[in-house]
């Protein structure tokens, strides 16, 4: 299969502080590659450097062959790009925004609104396609986003956090916009602090944080590096986190996790049910209040939370606005 995309120790320094510390990764054509990542981590700055508006320290990036540093123009005519907030004008009608990106990529008029037609209809976007683009929803503004990063017919898409500021209904029927493109053939690289964003939409994953790429596979491969069920509890007073701590780790197989910003301890089992029962028993003997207990099957937040020992921003945002 060829690599749509291909990145190979890639740097960037800003003076002593470092963005990127020597990453590589490959993508597949017509498959979608998962960034996931706290902010800082380096995603968005990785997505720069492949779209030619950063330029690395050092390593190399390829986009279908061109270099990303040495070929930029062609690069350019290749890819499509789509940033975490939507750059669309706001003052223009969604058709005219289209029309416009069509003209600035050098379509002649009659192309570029015939593709900005298409694109509306393929969008849902045709009843608001005379409406100005400031009295669109966010989702829908979103969704004229992409639209316009489309309009050239790019091969390989970047979408840095496409679905930020959505609600969950937006969000869900993005995802159902970007698993067309990708039926379509269109190479997708998506940067996301959703977990369940990349475990919908990715094919395979990579893991970022400071700059560094701390664990890659496919959604299944990271979640078994986590191990079989999971036992949590959200302790009433976070005070008890130690003595907890301790009644717990011998019932699990790895050391308990502790999740400040939702007071929760999680942590591995291999007796299911029976260690549920045996961990609540030892609590209660201590008189450690528990607020709430759950065991199920690994996800991909326990897989961030193993690997960074904290929680994406998305998640922590959650649980304090709780």
């Given at each position: 299969m060829v690599n749509a995309v291909e990145v190979d120790n890639l740097v960037l320094e800003y003076g002593k502080n470092v963005a990127l510390n020597g990453i590589s990764f490959s993508v597949p054509e017509g498959?979608?590659?998962?960034?996931?990542?706290?902010?800082g981590a380096g995603k968005t700055t990785a997505v720069r450097i492949l779209a030619t508006l950063l330029t690395a320290t050092s390593g190399t990036a390829k986009v279908f062959g061109l270099d990303v540093a040495k070929q930029a123009n062609e690069v350019r005519s290749t890819i499509g790009l789509t940033g975490q907030f939507a750059a669309v004008d706001e003052y223009l009608t969604g058709y005219e925004n289209l029309e416009m990106v069509?003209?600035?990529?050098?379509?002649?008029?009659?192309?570029?609104?015939?593709r900005a037609d298409d694109l509306l209809k393929r969008f849902d976007l045709l009843d608001a396609r005379d409406r100005t683009a400031?009295?669109?929803?966010?989702?829908?503004?979103?969704?004229?986003?992409?639209?316009?990063?489309?309009?050239?017919?790019?091969?390989?898409?970047?979408?840095?956090?496409?679905?930020?500021?959505?609600?969950?209904?937006?969000?869900?029927?993005?995802?159902?916009?970007?698993?067309?493109?990708?039926?379509?053939?269109t190479t997708i690289l998506l940067t996301t602090q959703y977990l369940e964003e990349a475990d919908r939409l990715a094919d395979k994953i990579i893991v970022l944080d400071k700059g560094s790429i701390i664990a890659e596979g496919t959604a299944d491969q990271l979640k078994a590096q986590v191990g079989g069920e999971r036992l949590e509890f959200v302790?009433?007073?976070?005070?008890d986190r130690a003595r907890a701590h301790e009644l717990l780790a011998p019932i699990g197989v790895d050391e308990p996790q502790w999740d400040a910003q939702a007071r929760r301890i999680v942590m591995s089992v291999d007796g299911g049910a029976d260690d549920l029962t045996t961990a609540l028993l030892k609590l209660r003997e201590a008189a450690i209040s528990v607020f709430d207990v759950g065991l199920r099957r690994p996800n991909l937040d326990d897989v961030f939370l193993s690997l960074t020992g904290h929680a994406t921003e998305s998640d922590a945002a959650v649980e304090v606005g709780k």
């Open positions: 498959t979608v590659l998962g960034v996931l990542g706290p902010n069509g003209r600035l990529f050098g379509l002649k008029k009659a192309e570029a609104r015939s400031k009295q669109y929803s966010g989702g829908m503004r979103r969704r004229l986003d992409i639209a316009a990063s489309l309009i050239g017919r790019p091969r390989v898409l970047f979408l840095d956090e496409p679905t930020t500021g959505l609600d969950p209904r937006s969000r869900i029927a993005m995802w159902d916009f970007i698993s067309d493109l990708v039926k379509d053939g302790l009433t007073d976070p005070d």
